[in-house]
């Protein structure tokens, strides 16, 4: 090869060099954005991951509070239902007594009547009967 060639190719070589380089320099900013746009799109991942969880415990959070009330306004309900079953439906107690209840009531129900009963409260006047005594000498009236 003559010296004149060895510069053409050397030059030519050159001349790639610098188009493969300014080549590989846009390539590497454009690499360089890209990655920027990733880490910027990871933080904003990132940041949405920690509003996401951090709304989840809240939630989580309202609603144990919310099951704990529920729970509480339960229990609450139940005593309440109990209360008046006992008001409505009272406890049935073995009674060992075995006179009728019923006739005791009607007992007492006429005893008021009768106390109410204004010709109960005036002084007895009665005709006087004869009274026979029986003697076994006599018979005498009086």
Do not use: C, G
């Not at 309202?62 to 529920?70: D, F, S, T």
């Not at 006429?110 to 109410?116: A, C, G, I, T, V």
């Amino acid at each position: 090869m003559t010296q004149q060639e060895n510069r053409k190719e050397s030059t030519r070589s050159w001349a790639q060099l610098e188009i493969d380089n300014a080549y590989l320099k846009q390539q590497n900013e454009l690499l360089n954005k890209e990655l920027s746009f990733a880490r910027y799109t990871i933080n904003a991942l990132k940041n949405i991951t920690l509003q996401k969880e951090n709304t989840l415990n809240e939630t989580r959070q309202e609603l144990e509070r919310a099951l704990q009330h529920i729970q509480l306004l339960s229990y609450s309900l139940k005593q309440y239902q109990n209360r008046n079953s006992l008001l409505v439906n009272p406890t049935l107690i073995q009674d060992n007594d075995l006179s009728d209840d019923l006739s005791e009531e009607d007992d007492i129900v006429d005893q008021q009547k009768r106390s109410l009963n204004i010709m109960s409260k005036l002084p007895l006047r009665h005709k006087q009967q004869q009274q026979v005594f029986v003697n076994n000498d006599m018979m005498t009236n009086f």
